[in-house]
């Protein structure tokens, strides 16, 4: 319901706490949107702020603005977040930024208006794998399903019925750049982009999203399309949008920037199939590069100017390192600190849920006097017990409390759910589904208190597989486990300490250069060369959370025989037509295929 508050300056004494689109609006000025919640973020049982910063806004006159778009004020800017690419701090101009993003509606406009046939708007040299390509052969590369100029998704040189108002995807960044010449526009900066997309309150480069701070136990998928699901309408979430009033700049569909970043140039936002926190990230992809899962917007200048606005080449990280483990005495020693007390489990089913696939049971178990965790076990519908396990341990968007964990489970593994193997998987503490304590604060990875911390998240971890062997129904001489990117943390020490896997499965993981200073107990680079059972790694090219040379080849490295690297192309996200057939071959040769 729409209201009329008042006339600005304008001091709201009370109201119910709840989540607002505030519009303001002036005579001779465009209208500006933004969110607002009175609802405190919580963390740790307190509150991050108290009251919603005041809202002062700079409304564009009416004669500088264009349909469509959305004013973005200037100024100094530098990236947030301790991946930022770039130190360098930037003056901004004033500019527009596309309040949504590019709509297949919108680029059926520029096909039809012989957008692939005029070489006037294409800026850029054609360049694939080393090879310099003309305006004719570089067209070829630039086809519909059917042979048409268009999108690789299109159909006939349309996009799909019902889907006009999603946003287009499936377009390299040169069919962008030529988007944008089109309409007397420019691609981004990461500058500019993030300047239009991030929240100014900042907490760290993972919790701060367009409409603010994630609060502990806030779904963030409730205001930002990472839903594992595919694209939706540019206009829909609108509380989700940025500080300036753009839909989408988080999730939906990855958006190409300006900035060149090898192998090519820069994304930014994440796309609709990765987590939360791939929003903090730049990934860079080659310019020929196209995805269902990646799209874009445009943007405006104010002024004339010739600074680049940030549009600097960004650097590369071509860094391998080579890390050295302890002996195997050494190690000895390391694990006896993870040596526990294999007690009563009282272990009890305390919901059920049952669908035409599989069943889901919520499962609580103690894991040490006084101490108690909770689990989820999906069982599939239809075929023959005792059934394999997938042990899984999610990323970190459920890791941080960001997402439900049946909710990830449900995004990523249904195929393996309905392919007829169990998957298991604990809710640890700081899980959406089982919040930190008040008191708990994450201790320095540097210290002995890490150490206690880590020993209790395995320790865990290993109750619950002290769990699956009191049920009949499973088969727990086959277990896999399967940890995307953050789950790879703990599953690194987990599965070398562990003689009950018979499969593992790391995806989007690594070791980063940051991680070598972890404590001796929980570092890593000890551990790996310790897993005995067959391991494959997963790793998209382009991984903008965990780089392929500079994070995931070391780890490859220290991992003894029998191991496989399978790489794809993509970001840190494997697209489930990538993930499903490479995870259940490797199943299938490791632990034997599913009984029917």
Same mark, same amino acid.
């Given at each position: 319901?729409?209201?009329?508050?008042?006339?600005?300056?304008?001091?709201i004494k009370?109201?119910?706490? =709840?989540?607002?689109?505030?519009?303001?609006?002036?005579?001779?000025s465009?209208s500006?949107?933004?969110?607002?919640?009175?609802?405190?973020p919580?963390?740790?049982?307190?509150?991050?702020?108290d009251?919603?910063?005041?809202l002062?806004l700079?409304?564009?006159?009416?004669?500088?603005?264009?349909?469509g778009m959305v004013?973005v004020?200037g100024?100094?800017y530098r990236?947030?977040?301790?991946?930022r690419?770039?130190d360098?701090a930037v003056r901004?101009h004033?500019?527009?930024i596309?309040?949504?993003e590019?709509?297949?509606?919108?680029?059926?406009?520029?096909v039809?208006?012989?957008?692939?046939?005029r070489?006037e708007l294409w800026?850029h040299p054609?360049?694939?794998?080393?090879?310099?390509l003309?305006f004719e052969?570089?067209m070829?590369?630039?086809?519909?399903?059917?042979?048409?100029p268009?999108p690789r998704s299109?159909?006939?040189g349309?996009?799909v019925?019902?889907?006009e108002?999603h946003p287009?995807?499936?377009v390299?960044?040169y069919?962008?750049a030529?988007?944008a010449?089109?309409?007397?526009?420019?691609l981004?900066?990461?500058?500019q982009w993030?300047?239009a997309a991030?929240?100014p309150?900042s907490? =760290?480069?993972t919790t701060?999203m367009?409409?603010?701070?994630i609060a502990?136990?806030?779904d963030?998928?409730?205001?930002a399309n990472?839903?594992?699901?595919?694209?939706?309408?540019?206009?829909?979430m609108?509380?989700g949008?940025?500080?300036?009033g =753009?839909?989408?700049?988080a999730?939906n569909?990855a958006?190409?920037?300006r900035?060149e970043?090898?192998?090519g140039?820069?994304?930014?936002g994440g796309g609709w199939?990765?987590?939360?926190?791939?929003?903090?990230r730049t990934?860079?992809?080659p310019?020929?590069?196209?995805?269902?899962t990646?799209?874009?917007r445009?943007m405006k200048?104010l002024?004339?100017t010739?600074d680049?606005q940030?549009?600097?080449?960004l650097?590369?990280?071509?860094?391998?390192?080579?890390y050295?483990?302890?002996d195997?005495?050494?190690?000895?020693?390391i694990?006896?600190?993870?040596?526990?007390a294999?007690?009563?489990l009282n272990?009890r089913?305390?919901?059920v849920?049952?669908?035409a696939?599989?069943?889901?049971?919520?499962?609580?178990?103690?894991?040490a006097?006084?101490?108690?965790a909770?689990a989820?076990?999906?069982?599939?519908?239809g075929?023959q017990?005792p059934?394999?396990?997938?042990h899984?341990s999610p990323?970190?968007?459920?890791?941080?409390?960001w997402?439900?964990l049946?909710a990830s489970?449900e995004?990523t593994?249904?195929?393996?759910?309905?392919g007829?193997r =169990?998957?298991f998987?604990?809710a640890?503490?700081?899980?959406f589904d089982r919040?930190a304590?008040?008191?708990?604060?994450?201790?320095?990875?540097?210290?002995?208190q890490?150490?206690?911390?880590?020993?209790?998240?395995?320790?865990?971890l290993?109750?619950g597989?002290?769990?699956?062997?009191?049920r009949?129904?499973?088969?727990?001489?086959?277990i896999?486990f399967?940890?995307?990117?953050?789950?790879?943390?703990?599953g690194v020490i987990?599965?070398?300490?562990e003689?009950r896997y018979?499969s593992v499965v790391?995806?989007?993981?690594?070791?980063?250069p940051?991680d070598?200073?972890?404590?001796l107990?929980?570092n890593?680079i000890?551990f790996?060369?310790?897993i005995?059972a067959p391991?494959?790694?997963?790793?998209?090219?382009?991984?903008?959370d965990?780089p392929?040379?500079?994070?995931?080849?070391?780890?490859?490295?220290?991992?003894?025989?029998?191991k496989?690297?399978?790489t794809?192309?993509g970001?840190?996200?494997?697209?489930?037509?990538?993930?499903?057939?490479?995870v259940?071959?490797w199943?299938d040769e490791?632990?034997?295929p599913?009984?029917?």
């Open positions: 319901t729409r209201v009329r508050v008042g006339t600005t300056p304008l001091v009370e109201i119910a706490r =709840a989540d607002y689109l505030v519009t303001v609006e002036k005579p001779g465009v500006a949107m933004r969110t607002v919640s009175t609802v405190p919580m963390f740790r049982g307190s509150a991050l702020q009251l919603p910063d005041p002062n700079h409304l564009l006159p009416t004669s500088k603005s264009v349909d004013y004020e100024g100094e990236l947030e977040g301790w991946s690419p770039s360098r901004l004033d500019f527009l596309d309040r949504y590019v709509s297949n509606r919108d680029f059926e406009e520029f039809r208006g012989g957008g692939y046939r070489r800026k054609f360049v694939v794998r080393g090879k310099t003309s052969e570089a070829t590369q630039f086809r519909d399903t059917t042979g048409l268009g299109w159909v006939g349309a996009p019925a019902g889907r108002n287009v995807a499936d390299s960044w069919e962008a030529a988007f010449e089109f309409k007397g526009k420019k981004p900066t990461i500058y993030e300047k991030r929240h309150l907490r =760290a480069v701060t367009p409409w603010g701070l502990e136990g806030m963030a998928t409730d205001r990472f839903l594992g699901k595919g694209t939706l309408p540019v206009d829909s609108p509380f949008i940025s500080p300036y =753009a839909y989408h700049m999730g569909v958006e190409w920037c900035n970043k090898e192998p140039f820069a994304t930014r199939n990765d987590p939360v926190y791939i929003f903090g990934a860079g992809y310019a020929i590069y196209a995805s269902p990646l799209g874009f445009c200048d002024s004339i010739a680049d940030g549009a600097f080449a650097p590369a990280t071509d860094t391998s390192p080579v050295q483990p302890v195997d005495a050494a190690f000895a020693e694990r006896k600190r993870y040596e526990y294999h007690g009563p272990a089913v305390i919901e849920v049952n669908t696939a599989w069943r889901r049971e919520k499962i609580e178990f103690t894991v006097p006084g101490r108690k909770l989820y076990l999906y069982l599939p519908s075929y017990r059934l394999q396990i997938i899984f990323a970190g968007d459920v890791v941080n409390g997402r439900p049946p489970i995004m593994l249904p195929a393996f759910i309905r007829g =169990a998957v998987s604990v640890m503490e700081g899980f919040p304590p008040p008191d708990f604060i994450d201790p320095d990875t540097r210290s002995p890490f150490v206690d911390y880590v020993v209790t998240q395995v320790t865990e290993r109750r597989l002290d769990y699956l062997e009191t009949k129904d499973l088969d727990t001489s086959r896999a399967i940890g995307p990117s953050a789950g790879s943390w703990a987990l599965t070398a300490l003689s018979r790391f995806i989007g993981t690594g070791i980063a940051e070598v200073t972890d404590v107990p929980t890593r000890h790996a060369p310790r005995a391991k494959l790694m997963m790793q998209g090219l382009y991984d903008e965990s392929l040379k500079s994070h995931a080849e070391p780890l490859y490295r220290l991992l003894r025989e029998p496989r690297l399978f794809y192309e970001g840190h996200a494997p697209s489930t037509d990538v993930l499903v057939p490479t259940t071959n199943l490791t632990m034997g599913v009984q029917h």
